[in-house]
């Protein structure tokens, strides 16, 4: 069982005491060499606990604890953060002036200069930007500037690499590639990433833990797979796979008897064939998403959404017959 390299314990920082902000009450551990993604909506607290790891901001409760030994805050030290932890934020931190080499470089000592070059040609190459080396930081992409920070970031032997928001200024074409370059990064150097998104995808594809943050508070902490079929909150659901989430009545419309307040399932989930326990519905509008539709289906004035992956099959006001095939309670 891997040993935990970052523990949580009773975490709080609020910023205003009139209304909800920051963290509160948050627990959890971090196993050595795992990608934690931290995933919640703008406001939900994502940022302000990255930066409480780090060592950034001081908690008004708790404490975390990187191999067993406390983080200190920014009152009790000279340079705020941890040394065997780095963060890369939105803005990078890079001198866009200077070459990509010596951005990388700058973060190494000059006692050694062969293991020195040795060590930033290695990190460029893990990150694949050895091309880039002798580029200027201005004359870069927004994600080969990513790069760069990251590559900045692990090349001191940094135990903990600390990610806010790391696909915002990526174009979607490179997000995919990029977010495999990290996996296979943390499995090559044995690094731990903990990365906060607004985007589930990010931790959908890359984590290996998963917290669901909503209003400072800890909603589901689980592996990816786990949060996503098996959700604690309407609000995972809705975050993760956009669910359709119907009332008790509305669920009664549809067949479904249960005497749980909300009904909740995934468009995946609704099954568009002709069984015993299937229902009619009017296809509402068809929304083509690529190599499938997404289907708005309507009956008794309640609306679902359902997929079907032979494109162009059924069309605006055709009717079928369709199943929610599995759904949750809440």
């Known amino acids: 069982m891997n040993e935990h390299i970052i523990t949580v314990n009773n975490l709080s920082k609020q910023y205003q005491q009139t209304q909800v902000s920051g963290i509160q009450q948050i627990n959890f551990s971090i196993n050595r060499g795992d990608i934690v993604a931290i995933i919640g909506e703008s406001g939900s607290g994502k940022s302000t606990l990255l930066k409480c790891i780090y060592g950034l901001l001081k908690p008004d409760d708790g404490e975390i604890q990187f191999n067993g030994i406390k983080v200190k805050g920014p009152d009790e030290q000279l340079i705020p953060g941890h040394p065997e932890m780095k963060m890369v934020t939105q803005d990078f931190s890079l001198n866009i002036y200077a070459k990509v080499y010596d951005n990388i470089a700058s973060m190494l000592s000059n006692t050694d200069i062969a293991a020195k070059q040795a060590k930033t040609m290695e ?18 992409s927004g994600g080969e500037q990513q790069r760069v920070a990251i590559a900045k970031a692990l090349v001191s032997d940094t135990k903990i690499l600390l990610l806010d928001e790391p696909f915002s200024q990526v174009d979607s074409l490179l997000k995919n590639e990029l977010r495999a370059d990290i996996k296979r990064l943390a499995r090559e150097t044995g690094v731990t990433i903990i990365m906060v998104s607004h985007d589930p995808t990010d931790g959908l594809f890359l984590a290996d833990q998963l917290l669901i943050l909503k ?93 079907q992956l032979n494109s162009g099959e059924h069309k605006k006001n055709d009717h079928v017959q369709a199943n929610i095939g599995r759904f949750l309670v809440f």
């Open 123 to 140: 990190m460029m190459e893990h990150l694949h930007i050895t091309k880039l080396k002798d580029k200027k930081v201005i004359e870069l």
């Open 215 to 307: 209003d400072g508070k800890l909603l589901q902490n689980d592996t990816p797979f786990n949060t996503y079929q098996n959700p604690s909150a309407i609000y995972t659901a809705r975050i993760l796979g956009n669910a359709v989430v119907l009332t008790n009545a509305e669920a009664e419309q549809l067949g479904i008897k249960t005497t749980a307040k909300n009904v909740v399932f995934y468009p995946e989930w609704v099954e568009l064939k002709n069984t015993w326990n299937s229902r009619r519905f009017e296809v509402k509008e068809v929304y083509y998403k690529g190599f499938f539709d997404e289907l708005l289906l309507e009956r008794n004035g309640v609306t679902i959404r359902s997929l």
